[in-house]
């Protein structure tokens, strides 16, 4: 059984920055095409960025392209979000989720989120 593990949410300014961590065990992380989802409050679940499998190839919503970075540490079985230049809009619940190859579309596993909070 695949399980993820989000942490690194917290309170920070506008402004700041945040580096989210997905711990991933039980599976073969390597293999993962790995996705960043949010949920605002009252707000739909918005996808936020994509890594392929070995780190080669990305992609970004256009609210968050040139502030967050996605990456991966296959050896780790690690996957990370740097968020900088934070916005009040970016208030949300950040989960990740393992597609169990970069051929597939379905976001098989997922984390049970992380709480990130940017005050004005």
């Known amino acids: 059984q695949v399980q993820l593990v989000e942490s690194g949410g917290g309170l920070v300014q506008a402004g700041g920055s945040l580096r989210l961590s997905c711990a991933a065990s039980?599976?073969?992380?390597?293999?993962?095409?790995m996705v960043w989802f949010r949920r605002a409050p009252g707000k739909e679940r918005e996808w936020v960025a994509a890594?392929?499998?070995?780190?080669?190839?990305?992609d970004y919503a256009v609210s968050v392209k040139g502030r967050f970075t996605i990456s991966r540490d296959n050896a780790k079985n690690t996957l990370y979000l740097q968020m900088n230049s934070l916005k009040p809009e970016d208030t949300a619940v950040y989960f990740c989720?393992?597609?169990?190859?970069?051929?597939?579309?379905?976001?098989?596993?997922w984390g049970q989120g992380t709480q990130v909070t940017v005050s004005s």
């Open positions: 039980g599976g073969t992380f390597s293999r993962y095409r």
């Open positions: 890594i392929n499998s070995w780190g080669g190839s990305t």
């Open positions: 989720a393992a597609r169990e190859s970069d051929f597939s579309s379905e976001n098989k596993y």
